[in-house]
Structures are given as C-alpha cells and as structure tokens.
C-alpha cells in the first residue's frame, strides 16, 4: 500500500506530466482506426460527403503528412513561448505550462489525427475492391478541424501566459488561494515561539532525508505526524521548512522522547520531497516568484519599471490578505493537549522582509517603484492589526534608507 508522500508524489507527478494526455489521445485514435471501419459496415446509410478510393487515400495521406509537420510548428511555438517567459519573467513558470491542459489536449488531438489518419489508410481501398469507409473518412476531416479550433485555443492561452499582467495575476490568484486554504482563521493575535514549547534536554534521535540528491520539502501531512508521535509518546521537530532543499541524508525530524530508529523512520511518509517548489502547502511561494518577476524587471538588462509596479500590486493584494489571518504558530498538540508537532513557519515580519527586501535593493533609485512601495506600506498599516505595524514601520524605515543611499 502506498504512503501519504507516494500518494503525494504520484498525484503531482499525474498533474505535472505532458504526455499522460497525449498518449491517452493516442490510445483512442488507435481505438477509433479500429471501431470506425467496423461501424461504417454496419451503417447503410451514405454521408452528406462521399470520397472515391483515390480521393480518400489522397485526403488521408495529406492529413497524416499535413498534421506531422503541423504538430511540430506548434512545438516552436510552445518552445519559443518557454524561452519567452523564462528569460522575461522567472524560470519557475515553467511549471505551469507543464500543467496546462490546454497545451496537452491540443497536443493529444495534433497527435491523435496524425495517428488515426495513418491508421485508416489501410482499410481504404483494400485489395481490388473499391470499399471506402465513408464515415472514418468523416471523422479525420473533422479531426482536422477540430485541431484548427484547439490550435487558436492555444494561440491564445500561449499569448496570455506571456503577457505581463495575465502572469503576474496568475500567479496572484494562485497565491489567494494557497493562503486562504492555509490560513482560514482572521487574525486574533500575536503567534508564540513555535520551538521554545520543546524540551531541548529531551531531544534525541535525528531522522534524515534518505533521497538520493536530495529534494525540496513540497508538503506535509500534519495529522499523520502528530498521530504517529501519539502512538510512539514523542514530540518531534520538522527542521527544514516546506519549501526548503533538504541534502541526501541531511536532517528532517528531530525526535523529542525515547524512540527506535525503526519505527521514527515512519515520520518520512508524512512529508514530500520532489525537485522544486510548489503552491501547495508554500504561501511564501507566490510571494517569491513575483518578487523574482519585479527584481528582474528592474535590471538593467530589460529595465521595466512598469511590470515590477504590476508585480508589487499582486504583492499587495497578498499581504493585505495574510494581514488578515492569523498565522499558525507551527505548534500541534494531539487530542489531549499534549505537544506532538512543531515546525518552522514564516511569521508576519518574514512575509514582509521577503516580498521588500530584494526590490528595495534593485528599485531604490526608480521613483515610481519607491513610490508605489511607499504607498504599500502606508495602505498595509492602517488595515492590518496593532500588533503587526511594527514591523510595517521598520521595513518604511529601511525603504527611507535605501532611498536616501541611491540619490546620495
């Protein structure tokens, strides 16, 4: 039976792959080469077009060669579009192309008519006969306009994932709702000390990442943790945070109490590790990828304020929505009370130095950058709680700083 991070694994491998779609497209065209001749037999009835023997294998052979050389001018397209957004934006915008399903289904049927095109020029003409299966034939020249339909589809979705503002919103909407999945409570108070909760004279046995090359931390399973700490009457630590890289045998838990290295093993099958990060289960995700966009827009080499100032809107919208919640404080208790669980977790003033910092250091000499960064933090401190405007007015403090270095 599969663990909680296999079933994890699995599922993001499913949602991430390019060819499950297209080779299941091939799967059918294959399927309908084969059901399509045997249906026309059973059909009397003519089609509103009929083909001749020779019109059929002619039209059969230049959608096969016309849809081969068509798929791969669509692969420049999407490539160009990659190195597009790549070099403009952030490479991790890949990842979402990957799990865009209208690139995989519009490939699938590229590749599902070339096939079945292919496929269906044998029972043209077989023999001596004259026999065309009329309503296969049908079916490929539908096929065909099918995939000129998915192909503006694409047009349009690789044109609107290179625009500036449909990626930066993108990526916004992705953030929301990551943050309103993680953080659903409104804001209550202060959070406390997550690890100060643990004894560190009971700490003990370390649990390490046996991933070959290592991974980054994507999720975790927090009540299977703290049900299989129940069980073994221990605490534990997760050391990396989600979203970190955690090295081949480098630590993950640190047990607190008496424990077997067996059964504290048991602990990896309630985190995932995979090659890069993910939304899921990572607020400061988002938050990342859009300062990357802005601190890349503000480089000399493509020099567009413009972008960055879209980008810091998004950030905006993010952190007036975290202001709002009630972040955890990386403590679980089992049903009794007890403390099982701890972990690292960005607290408000992380929120803010992530999403400053780095632009503040690339955009303190653009005055519509510092301008807007102004306007942020003055919007932010009169909507967020009391106890989160320290932290509000030392990042104003720092921007006054940076300001007055650039123009000294």
């Known amino acids: 039976m599969l663990t909680w991070s296999q079933r994890f694994n699995l599922k993001a491998s499913v949602r991430s792959s390019m060819w499950l779609i297209p080779a299941g497209f091939i799967v059918l065209s294959i399927a309908l080469s084969v059901f399509m001749p045997w249906l026309d037999r059973q059909i009397t009835a003519d089609p509103l077009y009929g083909y001749s023997a020779s019109s ?86 539908v096929s065909v306009g099918i995939s000129i339909l998915l192909f503006l589809a694409l047009i349009v979705s690789v044109t609107g994932s290179i625009r500036p503002g449909r990626v930066v919103g993108d990526v916004e909407r992705r953030g929301r709702h990551q943050i309103s999945a993680a953080f659903p409570e409104p804001a209550q108070g202060p959070a406390t000390a997550a690890v100060e909760r643990l004894d560190p004279d009971a700490a003990g046995l370390v649990v390490a990442n046996p991933t070959h090359g290592g ?57 995932a590790f ?28 493509i020099n567009d304020p413009t972008t960055a100032r879209e980008a810091l809107g998004r950030i905006e919208d993010l952190l007036l929505l975290l202001g709002s919640r009630q972040l955890p404080d990386g403590v679980h208790r089992d049903p009794d009370g007890v403390v099982r669980f701890v972990y690292r977790t960005p607290a ?43 932290a509000i007015d030392k990042q104003s403090w720092l921007l006054e700083e940076a300001v007055a270095k650039a123009n000294a």
């Open 215 to 271: 991974g980054v931390l994507q999720a975790l399973h927090v009540p299977g943790v703290v049900d299989l700490a129940k069980e073994l009457g221990v605490a534990v630590e997760l050391l990396p945070a989600v979203g970190d890289f955690s090295p081949t045998n480098g630590p993950v838990f640190r047990v607190y109490g008496e424990s077997d290295d067996q059964r504290a093993h048991q602990f990896l099958d309630w985190v």
């Open 274 to 301: 995979g090659d890069e990060r993910t939304y899921r289960q990572d607020p400061t995700y988002p938050i990342r990828i859009l300062v990357d966009i802005a601190i890349r827009a503000l480089s000399p080499a």
């Open 348 to 390: 408000w003033d992380d929120y803010l130095s992530l999403a400053f910092t780095e632009i503040r250091a690339c955009g303190a000499d653009a005055p519509l950058v510092v301008d807007q960064m102004r306007d942020i933090l003055a919007g932010l401190r009169g909507l967020v709680p009391a106890w989160r405007r320290k």
């Open 56 to 141: 059929a294998q002619a039209t059969l052979s230049a959608i096969a060669s016309g849809m081969l050389v068509f798929t791969g001018f669509v692969f420049s397209i999407l490539t160009f579009a990659i190195q597009f957004g790549a070099g403009t934006y952030t490479p991790r915008l890949l990842r979402s192309i990957s799990t865009d399903n209208t690139t995989k289904v519009a490939l699938g049927t590229f590749i599902a008519t070339f096939i079945y095109a292919l496929l269906l020029l044998a029972e043209v003409a077989p023999g001596d006969s004259d026999y065309v299966p009329q309503f296969s034939v049908l079916l490929s020249v």
